[in-house]
C-alpha cells in the first residue's frame, strides 16, 4: 500500500494568492482528516470526512479555508487568500472505521506564505 | 475546551536505556488513545493504542500504560536506539462515536550513543 499520498511536499507563495493541497486517501479507508501543525499550537483538527461528505469543520480558521471531497480517492484543501499567519504543515490523514479507529498520515505540505 | 498535555517537552536517554514519555489527558469521557512518533520532515506515524477498557497494552519494544484514575497515559521504550529519537504525541477520542483526536503538544526523545 502506498500510504497517504499529499501533494505538493512543498508550497511557497506570496501572501494573497490561492493555495490548493491535494490528498489521496489509502485506498478503502472512509474517513479522511485534515490537520494543520505550527509550533505554536501543535496538531489541530481542521475538517474530517466520512464517505466523502464532511463531518465537522469547526476547526476551519475561517472562510478563506475550504474543502472538498469529490469522490473517496481525492481531497483538496484550498485556501483563498492565503495570508503569512497560514504558513504551516497540513496533512492529511485517513482511517478505516471498520477494522479500528487508527488515521495514518500522509508526509505532509509546507506551506510558506510570504 | 479540554484538551491532551504532556509533562516533559523534551528526554533525552542514553542508547539501550528504557525511555518513559509521560501524557495527562483531561477528558473523562475519553475511551481511546494512541501514541504517535513523527521523525523530522514526516507525518505522525501510528505506533500503539489502547482502548479505556484496558490498563496496559505491549507492542514490539513499546508499552502504554493507561492511568484513568488519575488520568494518565505513558509510553514505555525498552531499549532505546538511536531510530527512537522523534517528537511523540499523544492522542485521546473524546467518547464513542467520534472519530475526531486530540492531539497533545509532543515530547522530543533525544537518543545520546
Known amino acids: 500500500d502506498a500510504g497517504v499520498i499529499q501533494s505538493p511536499r512543498h508550497e511557497v507563495t506570496e501572501m494573497g494568492q490561492e493555495v490548493t493541497l491535494r490528498c489521496k486517501p489509502i485506498?478503502?479507508?472512509?474517513?479522511l482528516f485534515w490537520y494543520r501543525q505550527t509550533m505554536m499550537r501543535g496538531l489541530e483538527l481542521l475538517i474530517y470526512?466520512?464517505?466523502?461528505?464532511?463531518?465537522?469543520d469547526s476547526g476551519m480558521p475561517e472562510d478563506r479555508f475550504s474543502a472538498k471531497m469529490p469522490n473517496a480517492s481525492f481531497s483538496t484543501l484550498k485556501i483563498q487568500p492565503s495570508e503569512p499567519r497560514d504558513s504551516a504543515v497540513y496533512f492529511c490523514?485517513?482511517?478505516?472505521?471498520?477494522?479500528?479507529?487508527?488515521?495514518?498520515f500522509g508526509p505532509g505540505t509546507r506551506l510558506t506564505v510570504l | 475546551g479540554e484538551s491532551v498535555g504532556l509533562h516533559l517537552p523534551t528526554l533525552s536517554v542514553q542508547e539501550g536505556d528504557n525511555s518513559i514519555i509521560n501524557c495527562a489527558y483531561s477528558?473523562?469521557?475519553?475511551?481511546?488513545f494512541i501514541w504517535y512518533k513523527q521523525e523530522s520532515g514526516k507525518g505522525p506515524q501510528f505506533i500503539i493504542d489502547?482502548?479505556?477498557?484496558?490498563d496496559k497494552r505491549q507492542g514490539q519494544r513499546v508499552t502504554v500504560l493507561l492511568n484513568k484514575t488519575v488520568k494518565h497515559l505513558s509510553l514505555q521504550i525498552a531499549a532505546t536506539q538511536p531510530g527512537d529519537s522523534a517528537v511523540y504525541f499523544c492522542?485521546?477520542?473524546?467518547?464513542?462515536?467520534?472519530?475526531?483526536?486530540?492531539f497533545g503538544k509532543g515530547t522530543k526523545l533525544s537518543v545520546i550513543p
Open positions: 490523514a485517513s482511517s478505516f472505521a471498520g477494522s479500528g479507529d487508527t488515521q495514518y
Open positions: 470526512f466520512n464517505n466523502n461528505v464532511p463531518i465537522d
Open positions: 489502547i482502548r479505556s477498557n484496558m
Open positions: 477528558n473523562s469521557a475519553s475511551d481511546y
Open positions: 485506498s478503502g479507508h472512509d474517513y
Open positions: 492522542a485521546e477520542r473524546p467518547g464513542a462515536g467520534s472519530y475526531q483526536l486530540t
